[in-house]
């Protein structure tokens, strides 16, 4: 025993190092959505746009978008079961799932380099360089699919190159039918998984030739076992029927189920390059993703040396098979470019880049062998000892390059993981969807709430509050498939976030984008108001004032201010304003929310707007008596002690802006929210 252990106590070390560095990035909270900010936005919502929803799914025994992944909800619920009952956060026994299936994907690997070259090291110190490569390291601490892709992917590696006779237990046939279980059930889970196909083909070829191919029996039981994978899909609408809180689709009906299991909604994404430029885009995309994961000088040494290993290394079979394996995702992440995840599709061709600098480094080392063993067969001969100085320099010269390789392997993998931890940190710890969540707190509550998100990372949140860590239980969540006009007449009080305008724009000209009749065709008609800061009241009817209460302020163009107030709490002061009209207003002025001095000031803390309701609603758009509520947010500043708001315009003909109606109000004595 303590000799095995010595044998793979690099390994080990590989293992626990890794387990520091994805500890101190794991994500343990709600994913977060989208930030448009951040100068690498395209590759960071990419990453992130999924994760919330699987962060439920893997917590609710829910099922997942297409094309359904439903072995691994299954293994993920049975996997974050018992952590959550030991009080482990919902979203971190998520993240740790994808982890142990990292820790399979990354073992396979370090223990097949070992094995083919003899040095356990290499294997360790490869696994290390692989772990820190930014798409690896952020599937393997993200609710994500792909790191079960890869693990099943370097099992088939290690199950067609394991260093064994081909005989017995290893024989031909078995390995086939252990490939074919693993290949059906690593199709049925992602479907690019099929890409690693030719290189396992390649690496059983011999030996199906020199035994004249494989008997029908084992034919039959390959494509049975092959089969075997895609029975876990019963899932999909057996959840449906039993009524899961999370069900993606409608896999309960024939057309829903092929829908989910052929990725029909994805059809639209899966589009060769329209010309040669954009085929040289797309490769010039690709490049730019490798580099991004190995750095450029990193990038040149892996391809030098896996070219090196597919020439002179002793094992450039191994490496013509892992290399031929990567070579299916790596040409349809060119040529079809936006149809999944690039950066997931191409981990396969980080593995067999890594893989030919294990082998290369293998092969430097092996010329270096024959020193040491002519002063062994010297020895051997003289029936005595070498000199101990002599010894020493055939140690010396024989442990150098092992040295000054593994010290370059390792000092690589510190680069990395210099290079991508804040960008890796910063996205595990995006707050998008906990402010969904904090958001919601601050909702009315007064008689049924249901709140619409479109389906999408900030639903996916306000669900996770709801059914995973139980915050919302009164609120009712509903996507941009909810039956809107019954919830309303059920009694239902219908808000949303004024993000959601982004993507189904208003019917009417707006800061949001072109007009759509969206909300026309699911409500009817549409008036809105703010229910409370950052959330819009959708309404199919206007909130009309009751007839006996006073009239409002007339401002201009037949608008009317209702009524005004402040709120505050340590950070902000809330500007709360309830506009009116007698009738429909005859223009459309801007909004100025001011907070300054006792005397304005000319660059004051603002707030201003286009429209009412974070500019989504103009004044036009607006029915006779309705009322509409206006929030604003402002910055608390201890030199800053009044708001000052009011409509505005700017004149045609003198091109001077024209204030309207402008009301003070002084923040203290501001109540406390």
């Known amino acids: 025993?303590?000799?095995?252990?010595?044998?793979?106590?690099?390994?080990?070390?590989?293992?626990?190092?890794?387990?520091?560095?994805?500890?101190?990035?794991?994500?343990?909270?709600?994913?977060?959505?989208?930030?448009?900010?951040?100068?690498?936005?395209?590759?960071?919502?990419?990453?992130?746009?999924?994760?919330?929803?699987?962060?439920?799914?893997?917590?609710?025994?829910?099922?997942?978008?297409?094309?359904?992944?439903?072995?691994?909800?299954?293994?993920?619920?049975?996997?974050?079961?018992?952590?959550?009952?030991?009080?482990?956060?919902p979203a971190a026994a998520a993240s740790l799932y994808a982890a142990a299936w990292g820790v399979i994907m990354l073992g396979c690997f370090g223990l097949l380099i070992g094995r083919l070259t003899g040095r356990m090291w290499l294997g360790g110190a490869s696994m290390i360089l692989l772990g820190v490569a930014r798409s690896i390291w952020l599937h393997h601490i993200i609710a994500e699919v792909y790191s079960m892709s890869l693990a099943i992917t370097a099992l088939m590696l290690l199950i067609a190159l394991w260093p064994a006779p081909w005989q017995g237990t290893w024989s031909a046939r078995r390995r086939v039918l252990w490939l074919a279980l693993l290949g059906g059930i690593g199709v049925a889970h992602h479907r690019a998984v099929v890409f690693v196909a030719p290189g396992l083909l390649l690496a059983i070829w011999p030996y199906l030739r020199a035994n004249h191919g494989l008997n029908r029996r084992t034919i039959f039981q390959a494509l049975g076992l092959g089969l075997l994978g895609f029975l876990p899909y019963i899932y999909l609408p057996l959840r449906e029927q039993q009524g899961g809180d999370w069900v993606y689709g409608e896999p309960g009906t024939l057309r829903g189920f092929w829908i989910e299991f052929s990725g029909k909604e994805a059809e639209r994404l899966v589009k060769p390059p329209a010309d040669a430029a954009a085929l040289w885009d797309n490769l010039t995309n690709v490049w730019t993703i490798l580099v991004h994961e190995l750095t450029l000088p990193g990038l040149l040494i892996s391809l030098i040396a896996l070219g090196l290993a597919l020439t002179v290394s002793p094992h450039n079979r191994a490496a013509r098979i892992v290399t031929l394996g990567a070579a299916g995702p790596t040409l349809f992440a060119i040529y079809y470019h936006t149809a999944v995840l690039p950066q997931a599709v191409l981990m396969p061709t980080l593995l067999a880049l890594v893989f030919g600098v294990a082998l290369t480094a293998d092969w430097i080392m092996g010329i270096y062998a024959p020193v040491d063993q002519k002063q062994r067969a010297a020895s051997k001969k003289r029936k005595t000892p070498p000199p101990e100085s002599l010894t020493l320099r055939a140690r010396a010269r024989q442990y150098r390059p092992e040295v000054i390789l593994l010290t370059g392997i390792l000092l690589w993998a510190g680069v990395l993981i210099a290079w991508h931890y804040s960008y890796i940190h910063t996205l595990v710890t995006e707050p998008t969807g906990q402010q969904t969540i904090d958001r919601?707190?601050?909702?009315?509550?007064?008689?049924?709430?249901?709140?619409?998100?479109?389906?999408?990372?900030?639903?996916?949140?306000?669900?996770?509050?709801?059914?995973?860590?139980?915050?919302?239980?009164?609120?009712?969540?509903?996507?941009?498939?909810?039956?809107?006009?019954?919830?309303?007449?059920?009694?239902?009080?219908?808000?949303?976030?004024?993000?959601?305008?982004?993507?189904?724009?208003?019917?009417?000209?707006?800061?949001?984008?072109?007009?759509?009749?969206?909300?026309?065709?699911?409500?009817?008609?549409?008036?809105?108001?703010?229910?409370?800061?950052?959330?819009?009241?959708?309404?199919?009817?206007?909130?009309?004032?009751?007839?006996?209460?006073?009239?409002?302020?007339?401002?201009?163009?037949?608008?009317?201010?209702?009524?005004?107030?402040?709120?505050?709490?340590?950070?902000?002061?809330?500007?709360?304003?309830?506009?009116?009209?007698?009738?429909?207003?005859?223009?459309?002025?801007?909004?100025?929310?001011?907070?300054?001095?006792?005397?304005?000031?000319?660059?004051?803390?603002?707030?201003?707007?286009?429209?009412?309701?974070?500019?989504?609603?103009?004044?036009?758009?607006?029915?006779?008596?309705?009322?509409?509520?206006?929030?604003?947010?402002?910055?608390?500043?201890?030199?800053?002690?009044?708001?000052?708001?009011?409509?505005?315009?700017?004149?045609?003909?003198?091109?001077?802006?024209?204030?309207?109606?402008?009301?003070?109000?002084?923040?203290?004595?501001?109540?406390?929210?």
């Open 440 to 673: 919601l707190r601050d909702l009315p509550r007064d008689g049924k709430t249901a709140v619409m998100f479109p389906w999408g990372p900030r639903y996916a949140a306000a669900a996770y509050s709801q059914l995973v860590s139980g915050d919302n239980k009164d609120l009712l969540i509903v996507d941009h498939k909810g039956n809107y006009p019954q919830l309303l007449a059920d009694g239902y009080k219908l808000y949303t976030e004024p993000e959601t305008f982004y993507t189904y724009t208003p019917p009417w000209p707006s800061a949001y984008g072109a007009p759509s009749d969206w909300w026309i065709t699911r409500l009817g008609t549409l008036s809105l108001t703010s229910a409370a800061p950052g959330f819009v009241q959708l309404l199919n009817t206007p909130w009309l004032a009751d007839p006996d209460s006073p009239p409002g302020t007339p401002v201009v163009y037949g608008i009317e201010r209702h009524s005004a107030w402040l709120t505050c709490d340590a950070d902000h002061i809330y500007l709360h304003v309830l506009w009116s009209a007698d009738s429909i207003p005859t223009a459309d002025p801007s909004i100025f929310v001011h907070l300054t001095g006792d005397e304005p000031a000319p660059n004051p803390v603002n707030a201003d707007t286009r429209y009412p309701v974070y500019g989504l609603y103009p004044f036009t758009r607006w029915s006779p008596g309705e009322l509409v509520r206006d929030d604003f947010v402002l910055p608390r500043q201890p030199d800053k002690t009044l708001v000052r708001f009011g409509l505005y315009e700017q004149d045609a003909a003198t091109e001077q802006f024209v204030n309207y109606g402008e009301m003070i109000l002084p923040v203290a004595g501001c109540p406390t929210e």
């Open 1 to 89: 025993m303590p000799t095995i252990n010595r044998r793979f106590a690099p390994v080990v070390f590989a293992v626990l190092a890794l387990a520091a560095v994805y500890a101190a990035t794991l994500q343990i909270q709600i994913s977060g959505s989208f930030n448009e900010d951040s100068p690498d936005s395209i590759l960071k919502n990419e990453y992130i746009k999924d994760v919330s929803e699987i962060q439920v799914a893997l917590n609710t025994w829910g099922t997942i978008h297409h094309t359904g992944y439903p072995l691994f909800a299954m293994l993920g619920n049975l996997f974050t079961t018992p952590l959550r009952a030991l009080g482990l956060e």
